[in-house]
């Protein structure tokens, strides 16, 4: 399978998608608490970056830095704060179902919810250690990926309750995984100093691939046409 080259970012632009939605809450109001609201300014926003933005059923939530999780019921005119049990930066998030989710970022942190983003379970990992996780997958067969810092790969069988942890290409690899798609009955992984590998079994083995570019990839993305493109 061949690999697009772009220019665009993957990652910024999940990051703009967030900009946009929560922008439509500038000036408007922000509730904390079941009884308290106030009005947040553009400034409060931007003194909080969000990295990442999910459907959970019709309920849109957000994460990014200092442990922050927003959601919204009504397509991103107002947003509420939700406790979560960790100050670390989340990157990434998928949903599981209607109500189902799990929240990833430094420091190791793996986060379940399974109300829609209200309440939050911080998920111990032994394996795991301090490396930021900087991205999650949910795969057809339902089991979840996530990766990250200095080669940092594992799976879950059970909606991200307990993790496995796995090994790219060899003992050797240490660069920094970005992000894993499927394409097809395969998946396609990329990340630091041009990294591209295959796996046709789930993850369990991968084979890399030669690179057009020694850079890093930030992202991937597979177009309706089932031809993957790579972001730098």
Known sequence: MGIRRSFWNCESMRFELAALLLAGALGATLHVGATESRV????????TALFDMTYCGETLVAVGERGVVMRSDDGGKNWQPQKTPTTRTLTSIISLGEASA???????????????????TK???ADVGKDAILGVTLLKSGVVLAYGAFGLY???????????RGQIINKEFDRHISKV??????LLLVGESGTVAWSEDQGISWRQSPSPYEGSFFGALVPKEGIPTCFW
């Open 154 to 164: 594992m799976s879950s069988n059970d909606e991200g309750k307990t993790w496995t």
């Open 123 to 125: 998920v111990d990992v």
């Open 181 to 186: 798609v499927e394409v097809g009955d395969s």
């Open 40 to 47: 947040v300014s553009s400034a409060k926003f931007a003194r």
């Open 102 to 120: 799990i929240a990833a970022g430094h420091g190791g942190t793996i986060l379940r919810t399974e109300d829609r983003g209200r309440t939050w």
